[in-house]
């Protein structure tokens, strides 16, 4: 079945620092690709997403490009700050609901923490 | 504000005894979903709501109920739990069904089976 691999955390970089998070995923089909983000305390949000390949998603200095030919999705943003400090899960949509969010396979997620 | 709320944030229960977690939303929303997370593994869809249409995952065990009552609420019932069901319940919701159909979570509500 369809199934999402993440690099494994803890991640801990200085401030400023390049950050990666690898992604890959197996899929039949055509998936949508997903990256959500998990603030201490808080639920869940979306923070890009990628709907075919060669799309690129962006938001708040992350970005994150549909590569099928590796079949991954890593998540970069060249300076991180404090606030970024989180965990941060891949996901993709398999196709039986049309591509919906709804039933969005999870990778185990990666806690990032920054420090100042 | 809080547009998604989970209800209560912490549960302990003892094996067996049953659980009912509840989830509210301001958004309006059509569909609302439950995911439940082990310690340390991804989240994993139990079922969802379209409006009042039910879809249950093929693998969620008949131990998992739900209900909703109406747009705003759904609940959560684990009739037997056993302390395999130990973990995070997370609700979600979303306005459409469909790619753009970005959902939203609630905090959470953890489980404990003693």
């Known amino acids: 079945g369809d199934s999402v691999t993440q690099m494994e955390g803890p991640v801990t970089l200085s401030e400023e620092a390049f950050l990666t998070i690898n992604c890959t995923y197996t899929a039949t089909g055509y998936p949508s690709l997903f990256w959500y983000v998990q603030y201490p305390g808080e639920g869940l949000q979306l923070l890009l997403k990628a709907t075919k390949a060669d799309d690129k998603g962006s938001n708040k200095g992350f970005e994150a490009t549909y590569r099928k030919e590796t079949t991954s999705f890593h998540l970069e943003k060249g300076s991180v700050q404090v606030s970024d400090s989180a965990v941060y899960f891949c996901a993709l949509s398999d196709n039986r609901y049309g591509g919906s969010q709804g039933n969005l396979i999870f990778g185990k997620g990666t806690k990032l923490s920054v420090k100042p | 504000d809080a547009m998604v709320i989970q209800n209560p944030r912490y549960q302990v229960t003892q094996f067996g005894k049953p659980v009912t977690l509840s989830c509210s939303q301001t958004l309006n929303h059509n569909v609302m979903y439950w995911y439940q997370q082990k310690s340390s593994q991804a989240p994993k869809l139990l079922f969802h709501y379209y409006d009042k249409d039910f879809n249950n995952e093929a693998d969620t065990p008949d131990n998992f109920q739900s209900r909703r009552p109406n747009t705003s609420f759904c609940f959560l019932d684990i009739r037997s739990p056993g302390l395999g069901d130990a973990a995070m319940y997370l609700c979600?919701?979303?306005?459409?069904?469909?790619?753009?159909?970005?959902?939203?979570f609630g905090e959470g509500s953890r489980l404990t089976v003693l």
């Open positions: 979600a919701t979303s306005r459409v069904f469909g790619v753009t159909g970005e959902l939203f």
